[in-house]
């Protein structure tokens, strides 16, 4: 069950880094132009490389990072990695709630097909390293 813990915070985690890069890159200044422009990339980049909140995500992200490796040091990859799908259905509910996305039914019904599959995983008993 302790695994089951680390994953879960581990998919917290990944939900807060979109939210916080979602709420940094919202605040940053548009790209005129084609994105693929070498002058227009580096001009995104660099407003984003300088918006906190970015780098707040990046920041999570790193965390996030650490505590998988903790993860997988313990458990199969097969078992751990399919279990972070549960970050779609938990940033379907924070987006709504926090950025007043509009989710939509056939959203909510591919997290629920996505929780099922997620149950069925943790049915089988993770293989400890």
Not at 43 to 51: K, M, V
């Amino acid at each position: 069950m302790a695994i089951l813990g680390l994953i879960f915070v581990a998919v917290c985690l990944e939900v807060a880094g979109q939210m916080l890069y979602k709420a940094g890159l919202d605040r940053a200044a548009p790209i005129h132009g084609p994105m693929w422009q070498i002058p227009n990339l580096l001009a995104f980049a660099g407003s984003a490389l300088t918006n906190w909140l970015v780098l707040a995500g990046l920041g999570v992200y790193a965390a996030e990072v650490f505590l998988w490796w903790l993860v997988l040091a313990k458990v199969d990859v097969s078992y751990a990695f399919p279990l972070t799908s549960m970050s779609y259905v938990i940033l379907l509910a924070v987006a709504g709630a926090f950025l007043h996305e509009h989710v939509t039914w056939e959203r909510w019904a591919g997290a629920i097909t996505i929780m099922v599959g997620v149950f069925l995983i943790t049915r089988s008993a993770p293989l400890p390293h």
